[in-house]
């Protein structure tokens, strides 16, 4: 076995990026990123909206409008 060309010592890894870990990002930013890896494009501005009206509303909590059954 003979080396054909050298390389500068370190591995294949190094320089390389890391995505940003998801404790990192929101959950928007995880939903845009995902839909760009799917559908090659950003999320459209209505899916979007409706994305983040859904994250305002798991963030409320439970629904304290609704009639109580007794």
């Keep these: ?11 294949l890894a190094d320089g390389a990026s890391l995505p940003p870990a998801l404790d990192e990002i929101g959950p928007a930013d995880v939903f845009a990123r995902l839909h760009r890896q799917r559908f090659d494009t950003d999320p459209p501005d209505a899916l979007a909206r409706a994305f983040a009206e859904l994250l305002a509303h798991a963030h409320a909590g439970p629904d304290t409008d609704a009639e109580e059954t007794a």
């Design 1 to 11: 076995v003979r080396a054909l060309s050298r390389g500068s010592g370190g591995s």
